[in-house]
């Protein structure tokens, strides 16, 4: 069933308000997907199947400020976006983050969050718009309060996909999953100290200088719901008690040419899109999906 118009309209309108939380700093690396026997049995994606699917991955931080430092506390939640290609013009994407917290269920609640946070200046009196929200939304206060240190490496940081998809596997079997993505060489953070020292772009320049020694590795893993989990909620976190299955390991090992020209032109989708895995219900994915597209179709658009 296609939507309403006003449906649209209203989607359309969250969507350009919400533009400002786009990453727009990043790198984009190229590589390769191995999947595991185990992905298989889950889904019937092609690139759960075949021997291996080049890929395509973003890092970037947090804000529409494409020049924000490293440093800056304000750059998480980081980004981790994959894209899986399966042949011309085919491709199927994961978006992720380096939280496994997200601060609101909808669009309209993000929508309440920009404009609390917009009317909320250092000087405002308290209790300020944000300060209210947070009191109203103990999530996005959790998010808000969660420590946020800064990573030694993009390829030591750990990304969570947020929201739930749905498997399907080649005889029907219906699995609810959320992804994650843990870095090979291990998770590592930088205290304020050492933050102090390090240059404005030091995590691209990173990267650069670690792909010389080997690439940089990914597993993909599959947290897997149970009956009773909430599949349509990104602020509802799954018990760690919950079953994890590795789904492959993701290789990167170039920097992607023309890098800047490519950035411009790529707009990844959190959509699966692709036989085999289904969105859930969770109310973010079309909100989600026209922040990015919109996002896309104004770099694509500058000069």
């Given at each position: 069933?296609?939507?309403?118009?006003?449906?649209?309209?209203?989607?359309?309108?969250?969507?350009?308000?919400?533009?400002?939380?786009?990453?727009?700093k990043?790198?984009?690396?190229?590589?390769?997907?191995?999947?595991?026997?185990?992905?298989?049995?889950?889904?019937?994606?092609?690139?759960?199947?075949?021997?291996?699917?080049?890929?395509?991955?973003?890092?970037?931080?947090?804000?529409?400020?494409?020049?924000?430092?490293?440093?800056?506390?304000?750059?998480?939640?980081?980004?981790?976006?994959?894209?899986f290609?399966?042949?011309?013009?085919?491709?199927?994407?994961?978006?992720?983050?380096?939280?496994p917290?997200?601060?609101?269920?909808?669009?309209?609640?993000?929508?309440?969050?920009?404009?609390?946070?917009?009317?909320?200046?250092?000087?405002?009196?308290?209790?300020?718009?944000?300060?209210?929200?947070?009191?109203?939304?103990?999530?996005?206060?959790?998010?808000?309060?969660?420590?946020?240190?800064?990573?030694?490496?993009?390829?030591?940081e750990?990304?969570?996909?947020?929201?739930?998809?749905?498997f399907?596997?080649?005889?029907?079997?219906?699995?609810?999953?959320?992804?994650?993505?843990?870095?090979?060489?291990?998770?590592?953070?930088?205290?304020?100290?050492?933050?102090?020292?390090k240059?404005?772009?030091?995590?691209?320049?990173?990267?650069?200088?670690?792909?010389?020694?080997g690439?940089?590795?990914?597993?993909?893993?599959?947290?897997?719901?149970?009956?009773?989990?909430?599949?349509?909620?990104?602020?509802?976190?799954?018990?760690?008690?919950?079953?994890?299955?590795?789904?492959?390991?993701?290789?990167?090992?170039?920097?992607?040419?023309?890098?800047?020209?490519?950035?411009?032109?790529?707009?990844?989708?959190?959509?699966?899109?692709v036989?085999?895995?289904e969105?859930?219900?969770?109310?973010?994915?079309?909100?989600?999906?026209?922040?990015?597209?919109?996002?896309?179709?104004e770099?694509?658009?500058?000069?």
């Amino acid at each position: 069933m296609s939507e309403s118009q006003p449906a649209l309209q209203s989607r359309d309108i969250l969507a350009n308000q919400c533009i400002i939380l786009a990453h727009a700093k990043g790198i984009l690396l190229n590589g390769t997907f191995t999947p595991t026997p185990e992905a298989a049995k889950l889904s019937a994606a092609p690139h759960f199947n075949n021997p291996s699917t080049p890929v395509i991955v973003r890092f970037s931080n947090a804000t529409a400020f494409p020049n924000i430092p490293d440093t800056d506390p304000n750059t998480e939640s980081r980004g981790m976006a994959i894209r899986f290609t399966l042949g011309d013009h085919v491709h199927t994407d994961i978006v992720n983050q380096s939280s496994p917290l997200f601060p609101v269920k909808t669009g309209e609640e993000l929508l309440e969050l920009l404009k609390a946070v917009a009317a909320s200046p250092p000087d405002a009196p308290s209790p300020k718009p944000i300060e209210k929200f947070l009191g109203a939304h103990p999530a996005a206060l959790k998010q808000v309060t969660s420590p946020k240190p800064i990573p030694t490496s993009f390829a030591r940081e750990a990304f969570w996909g947020v929201t739930a998809y749905k498997f399907v596997a080649a005889d029907g079997t219906e699995t609810f999953i959320r992804y994650r993505f843990v870095p090979e060489a291990g998770v590592e953070s930088l205290d304020a100290e050492a933050t102090k020292d390090k240059d404005p772009d030091f995590l691209q320049k990173e990267l650069a200088g670690r792909l010389k020694e080997g690439p940089v590795v990914f597993r993909m893993v599959a947290q897997i719901a149970e009956k009773e989990d909430v599949t349509d909620d990104a602020t509802d976190i799954w018990p760690e008690s919950r079953q994890l299955v590795e789904l492959g390991v993701v290789k990167l090992d170039t920097i992607t040419p023309d890098n800047a020209k490519e950035q411009q032109r790529l707009i990844f989708d959190p959509i699966p899109r692709v036989k085999g895995i289904e969105p859930s219900n969770d109310p973010l994915l079309e909100v989600r999906a026209a922040v990015y597209l919109l996002s896309g179709r104004e770099r694509r658009a500058a000069s």
